[in-house]
């Protein structure tokens, strides 16, 4: 039996180089404030137990990992009809692209990059109302904290300089694509990523992942098969247009976002979060990474 409470020590000890390098998102002004100095990581076993180590409970923003969510939530309301609408192969451009969009019919690559998670925001939102509530509610059930919050001052920042997700969006309707009102679904969008949380919370929400599909209470949210499925499209494309070098490196199910967390996912046996507000230069965290990258070392579970 592997000795987390040790183990997390250690990989935090063994970063230790790595935190503060990188440099934060400075494209959403709120982010850029945060002090890079900072990393937590936290793992969550199938019964419930959570270990972490560092900063673990200190909330971050949680940005593209968000995107997990809101797919997993319109999978489970709605079965399959979102994958007429975006496909499943890495983008190989930036997550905030739009060149591939016009030649590829306003049909997004993937459901992580923007332009994807904006069609499914749309979707979800066309199903349950307002997807952040949707999110947050789901948050707030899996790691029992009635406390998780958007976080507006982020929100507020994020819309200022929403230029692009705006751009992505009137695009995508051009196509057909996004069926409410463009302004609503960006404002969705923006808030389900402004939502502010820590590692521990981060893992007790993703380990639905880790559980083929089973909740917190024991329901199923989702069946065996979707949930390979998510984790599938984490792999291939939860880094970005990073994807191929993380599954090098790290080698699980991963999903990144740019307030320098990431969740991952070893099926079967936990889900991992941690958080460093450094970035690369593709927007994953530098500490974030290398701590997965230790982990799975040490542990040897890789899904290789
Ligand atoms: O729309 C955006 O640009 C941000 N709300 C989310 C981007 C993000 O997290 C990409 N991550 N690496």
Request: with cysteine.
């Amino acid at each position: 039996a592997v000795d987390m409470e040790q183990l997390l020590a250690q990989i935090t000890r063994e970063i230790e180089p790595q935190i503060g390098t990188g440099s934060v998102a400075d494209y959403i002004p709120a982010l850029a404030a945060v002090d890079p100095g900072q990393f937590g990581i936290a793992v969550a076993l199938p019964n419930g137990e959570c270990y972490g180590a560092g900063d673990w409970t200190k909330p971050f923003s949680l940005q593209s990992i968000s995107k997990l969510f809101t797919l997993a939530l319109s999978l489970s309301e709605n079965d399959e009809d979102i994958w007429w609408r975006v496909g499943r192969e890495p983008s190989g451009n930036a997550f905030n692209s739009l060149v591939q969009l016009e030649y590829e019919n306003g049909i997004p690559r993937n459901p992580f990059i923007n332009a994807g998670a904006l069609v499914v925001t749309d979707h979800l939102a066309g199903v349950v109302g307002d997807a952040t509530e949707a999110v947050l509610d789901f948050l707030r059930t899996e790691a029992a904290n009635p406390d998780i919050r958007c976080d507006e001052e982020v929100a507020a920042s994020e819309e200022a300089h929403g230029d692009r997700n705006l751009a992505l969006t009137h695009f995508l309707a051009s196509y057909g694509n996004i069926h409410g009102d463009v302004r609503d679904i960006v404002r969705q969008y923006v808030r389900h990523c402004s939502i502010a949380i820590n590692c521990r919370d981060l893992a007790l929400a993703g380990l639905f992942l880790a559980r083929h599909g089973i909740r917190r209470d024991g329901s199923r949210m989702l069946s065996h098969s979707h949930t390979k499925r998510i984790n599938a499209v984490m792999l291939t494309c939860g880094t970005y247009d990073a994807a191929g070098e993380f599954a090098y490196r790290v080698g699980i199910p991963s999903k990144s976002g740019v307030g320098g967390g990431i969740l991952a996912v070893v099926p079967e046996r936990c889900s991992v979060a941690v958080w460093g507000p450094g970035l690369d230069r593709r927007g994953n965290s530098v500490a974030g990474v290398a701590a997965l990258d230790r982990f799975t070392a040490l542990t040897d579970w890789s899904v290789f």
